[in-house]
């Protein structure tokens, strides 16, 4: 089973004024819609380490499979979640993000103010998401049907890669 992170970026949720709605936003969908578990969730400020820390402890220590972010995603100033993503991911995965950019388009042209990125650092996959939780649900509505064979190419299951070969009529 998938084993999953969900880190909610916000300096108002870390310090109580805020609820967090977005984390439990997205444990809700894995919970319903993938065949995964949420083993790690935390809320922390906008703080480039913060964040760092935590994406670099659940992938290298606690080897979590899926890590999702949400929050500190847009032009605020303190919005730094995908500086700090891109600080620890190894390889980048832009076509989860250029899914989700499209999609959101149809929905709302703030969309194309996100800077969310997407990625892998050694087995675990990392991917922004919004803090709102509207946009956190639109967003990894898109990407979900993808993510289970993600898994697998990432976890190197057997079989796989058979879902890559096409198959071309005599």
């Known amino acids: 089973m998938t084993r999953v992170g969900v880190l909610t970026v916000s300096d108002r949720a870390a310090s109580g004024q805020y609820e ?6 997205i444990q809700e969908m894995i919970a319903e819609r993938m065949a995964a578990q949420v083993v ?25 499979d899926l890590v999702f972010t949400t929050g500190g995603t847009g032009f605020a100033p303190r919005d730094l979640t995908p500086e700090a993503t891109k600080s620890v991911i190894e390889r980048e995965a832009p076509g989860l993000r250029g899914t989700v950019r499209r999609d959101s388009r149809l929905i709302t042209p ?11 650092r ?12 509207k946009a956190t649900r639109e967003n ?7 993510l289970p064979h993600a898994m697998e190419l990432l976890l190197d299951l057997p079989g796989a890669a058979a879902g890559h070969r096409a198959t071309v009529a005599p």
Request: charged share 20%.
């Open 20 to 25: 967090d709605r977005s984390g439990p936003a």
């Open 40 to 64: 790690e969730y935390s809320v922390v400020p906008d703080e480039f380490d913060a964040v760092r820390n935590i994406l670099i402890t659940w992938s290298d220590e606690r080897k979590l």
């Open 110 to 120: 703030h969309a194309m103010l996100s800077r969310a990125v997407a990625g892998i």
């Open 122 to 133: 050694g087995h675990t996959l990392i991917v922004n998401l919004p803090g709102s939780p």
């Open 140 to 146: 990894l509505d898109s990407i979900l049907p993808a």
